[in-house]
């Protein structure tokens, strides 16, 4: 029998946390715009997909696997995103705007350098790195040709994510939105005008979506760059500072990389189990992929509003914003639980007409969904410690989270388990995350307080 008690005091619990709180409005005012920037960014791709998709089978082959890389080297680089927002807001909440907005541009000319270096790089490698992926001889001079052309535009898009930081970091998430927003929507038109009317195919999608970048670098520097005259900071480059930068960035850099790690071991194991376990593991990723947006909202107004209430040596207004935001991060899950499960029968289908995916990937949606809470509590303390700047804790966590989840997913290769149980252990490497960072979050060690960024 239910225990009448703790059923009541479950919904003493449920009610508390409906209840509005002194954080809400902080929390919600930064998570939904970020929420609203963080789907337009992966719209870029799916434009690029539907509109080359019409140019025939290899140049749409030839768009995944360049996408695929493209996708690697953006996504590691987001500590550029991450590290300039802590020290922002950090700046911010001691008072100190001018030395904040500094900070921020030494972020930017961090991403600006640090583009150019993977573009060239990338520039020379881009025959060995399309050929590694094992591409189509029909599909192979696509690929090449719409990554070259994109590395071009790889200044401008870590440049997007420094000064996105930035902004964030300010407590600014609207800005963002627009610029993601609109941005968008010049991809779709610079992309139908290029591949169709002027005829450049393949080369023209790509050409559009950097000429699409570049604009929302230069219209985040008019934004950044006007805070920076109105409270004199420096525009120039400081050495020091770019290298301070650097520095920040490197531990949240080898977080990143143990989740990209756990992700591709993931995707590997999927695709030996054969066809219809990498279809069904494909529509299950991106289903969890978007739900990670919803919920990585959340963790973005963590790092902004940790990061200023530290800054002001407000520790005990940051535990009570923590613990708000760890609130919302289960309710969040919960609600995302119940619609995945919920509502399979309507959106299953419009993914795939064979059987048999069908009900492997019902199968699996019933265990991510399992996983949501857990998974709001492990974004909102993500993003919690990056806003406090303790980066060096979550490359370490993130060694050790990756080191239980790849012994399960090789058993599960090895046994031929099937892709229910690779995701079971997905769920078992978040759990893992869970309990590191409520650990870290428990204790004090974390709680730094001033304007200027823990040591490494």
Not at 196 to 205: D, E, H, M, Q, R
């Amino acid at each position: 029998m239910t225990d009448p008690g703790s059923s009541e005091r479950r919904t003493r619990v449920l009610r508390r946390t409906l209840r509005r709180q002194p954080h809400d409005r902080e929390i919600f005012r930064l998570a939904a715009p970020a929420f609203g920037a963080l789907v337009a960014e992966p719209l870029f791709l799916l434009a690029d997909s539907a509109i080359v998709g019409h140019l025939g089978t290899p140049q749409l082959a030839g768009l995944g696997v360049a996408a695929a890389l493209l996708a690697t080297l953006v996504s590691v680089c987001v500590f550029l995103a991450y590290g300039t927002t802590a020290s922002v807001a950090r700046r911010v909440g001691a008072g100190d705007l001018t030395r904040a907005i500094t900070q921020g541009l030494d972020g930017m000319w961090l991403a600006a350098g640090l583009g150019a270096v993977l573009a060239l790089g990338g520039l020379l490698l881009a025959g060995p790195l399309v050929h590694a992926f094992g591409t189509s001889a029909v599909a192979a001079p696509y690929a090449r040709t719409y990554l070259r052309i994109s590395l071009a535009g790889l200044p401008a898009m870590l440049l997007v994510l420094a000064a996105t930081g930035v902004l964030r970091g300010l407590q600014d998430t609207r800005t963002p939105l627009v610029v993601a927003v609109v941005g968008f929507g010049a991809n779709i038109a610079l992309n139908l005008m290029l591949v169709f009317p002027v005829g450049l195919g393949i080369a023209g999608s790509a050409l559009g979506t950097v000429l699409a970048q570049v604009g929302m670098a230069a219209s985040y520097l008019v934004v950044v760059v006007r805070g920076a005259r109105r409270h004199g900071s420096a525009l120039r480059p400081d050495l020091r500072g770019i290298r301070a930068a650097a520095s920040t960035g490197i531990p949240l850099f080898l977080r990143t990389l143990t989740l990209r790690a756990a992700l591709l071991l993931m995707t590997y194991v999927a695709t030996a189990a054969g066809t219809v376990a990498v279809a069904a593991h494909q529509v299950a990723f991106s289903i969890w992929g978007f739900l990670a947006l919803a919920l990585d909202a959340v963790a973005i107004a963590g790092q902004a509003i940790v990061g200023r209430h530290l800054g002001a040596g407000d520790a005990i207004g940051t535990r009570a914003a923590t613990r708000r935001m760890v609130e919302w991060g289960v309710l969040a899950g919960v609600a995302l639980a119940f619609l995945v499960v919920g509502l399979r029968a309507v959106y299953v289908p419009l993914f795939t007409d064979d059987p048999a995916v069908r009900s492997l990937l019902r199968s699996v949606l019933v265990v991510a969904a399992v996983f949501q809470p857990v998974c709001g509590v492990v974004f909102a303390l993500d993003g919690v410690l990056i806003g406090a700047g303790d980066g060096r804790y979550l490359a370490v966590a993130g060694v050790v989270t990756l080191g239980c989840f790849a012994p399960l997913a090789i058993t599960v290769l090895l046994t031929d388990a099937g892709l229910v149980w690779l995701w079971w252990a997905f769920g078992t490497f978040m759990l893992a995350r869970l309990v590191t960072l409520v650990l870290r979050a428990r204790g004090g060690r974390w709680l730094v307080t001033g304007a200027a960024l823990p040591p490494r």
